[in-house]
């Protein structure tokens, strides 16, 4: 927690000089101040700021010294916001947002030393932008490739098989994103769902898959005739929050005479507890049938408290989990706490990761219920899909 700090100023008193070095920036109170240039002995003015107004931070921002004087107009009372309050904000802002406000002061600045008829010399540039501009244009350039790539129909779900490991019957999939690039090839979402998830591409991304993912689900259900099958569709925080999330969802289920009881909706740990305020969604959805999963369970620092209270009927375990049960004891008591957990919450269990039969073997002497990995398959074209067969060799493991 900062201090508070105030200084008083009485009429006319300076608060500091041009030429002086930067050592905190000013919150106005109460009064107002003048900022103005000195042209040998004249003064040149240049604006009277008021209560509530901001002064002082430019050369807290980029180190250089005061550019112009400030001097109390009647009895001023200012609150001082330090160099390190001020320098915290300013690292943890988004790099576009700092990039911008470096253009800023260096039109700024060249503004006043316009209005003195110097040279303009630009401001000194703020600690290690230089290396993230390179950073930043890369992810700019990168959104504007993603949104051509959604208007070119570059996107698509691939679809994950999820298994019955008790029987081996075919139960359902999870949709995840491909980006099919005219110019890169094949592209993963840990190249491109960040960026995605960051901007608002992520909704009509988010679109795109529910649309596709329902479509497919039609066709999946002529080849597959299980009554409860199901696809899986990873939603992320920002489509949550989306007022028309909702809305969308179910006019696309009904375009498609899909039950909600065979759409699955994965939302992580941390969108479930950072989108307190979108909870009536997830009771709504609920409500019209839809299965809900948690999905990366165990990954996150939430209290277990609030699982209880939310309308969930599915449980992910984290690929991170499954990966380490066999060699790492601990690994093994989550997951047999987690199931458990499942078993008195009537939630039903998803192993994510299953990469080898001995972790097929495993999971099934522990009774999980569902699983998927690469041992299986991985994430496939709707085509192949369709092609994969009613049943899997479980008990070969
Ligand atoms: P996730 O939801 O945890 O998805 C599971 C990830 O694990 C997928 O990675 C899948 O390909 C991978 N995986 C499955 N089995 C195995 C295995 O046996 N071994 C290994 N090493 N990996 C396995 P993917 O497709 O790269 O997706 C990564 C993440 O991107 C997803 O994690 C999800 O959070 C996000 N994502 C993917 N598609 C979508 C989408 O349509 N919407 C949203 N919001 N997020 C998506
Ligand atoms: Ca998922
Ligand atoms: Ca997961």
């Not at 901007?199 to 597959?224: C, H, P, Q, T």
Request: hydrophobic residues 40%.
């Amino acid at each position: 927690m900062s201090i508070k700090q105030q200084r008083r100023y009485t009429p006319n008193e300076f608060i500091f000089r041009e030429g002086d070095t930067g050592e905190c920036a000013y919150l106005i109170e109460s009064g107002s101040v003048l900022v103005f240039l000195t042209d040998g002995k004249d003064e040149m003015p240049l604006r009277i700021l008021g209560d509530g107004e901001v002064f002082g931070e430019m050369s807290l921002i980029d180190g250089s010294p005061r550019s112009a004087s400030c001097r109390a107009i009647g009895h001023t009372n200012l609150i001082i916001v330090t160099k390190d309050q001020l320098l915290d904000r300013v690292r943890s802002a988004d790099a576009v947002v700092r990039l911008l406000l470096q253009a800023l002061l260096e039109r700024l600045r060249a503004q006043n030393d316009l209005l003195r008829g110097k040279p303009t010399s630009g401001a000194p540039k703020i600690d290690s932008l230089a290396e993230e501009k390179k950073e930043v244009l890369q992810r700019i350039e990168l959104e504007i490739r993603i949104a051509n790539g959604l208007d070119n129909d570059e996107f698509h779900p691939y679809y994950q098989p999820i298994y019955d490991l008790n029987t081996g019957s075919l139960m359902g999939c999870e949709a995840l994103l491909r980006w099919h690039s005219k110019d890169k090839g094949m592209i993963s979402p840990g190249v491109f769902m960040d960026v995605m998830e960051e901007s608002s591409l992520i909704l009509r991304a988010g679109k795109m898959v529910i649309e596709k993912s329902l479509r497919d689900l039609n066709e999946m259900k002529k080849v597959y005739k299980n009554p409860d099958f199901f696809v899986s569709i990873n939603v992320s925080g920002r489509q949550f929050m989306d007022a028309t999330f909702l809305q969308h969802l179910e006019s696309v289920r009904e375009q498609y005479g899909m039950p909600a009881t065979q759409v699955k909706m994965e939302l992580t740990e941390r969108v479930m507890t950072e989108c307190l305020p979108a909870m009536s969604t997830l009771h709504q959805l609920r409500g019209l049938g839809y299965l809900l999963a948690i999905d990366d369970f165990g990954t996150g620092f939430s209290s277990l408290q609030y699982l209880a209270n939310m309308p969930l009927t599915d449980l992910k375990i984290d690929r991170s989990f499954i990966m380490t049960m066999l060699s790492d004891n601990k690994s093994l008591s989550i997951i047999k706490f987690l199931i458990n957990m499942a078993a008195n919450l009537g939630l039903s269990l998803t192993a994510e990761g299953i990469e080898n039969k001995n972790e097929l073997a495993l999971l099934r002497n522990l009774n999980v219920s569902l699983g998927q990995g690469f041992l299986f398959s991985k994430a496939i074209p709707l085509a192949d899909f369709l092609k994969l067969g009613q049943l899997v060799d479980v008990k070969a493991a």
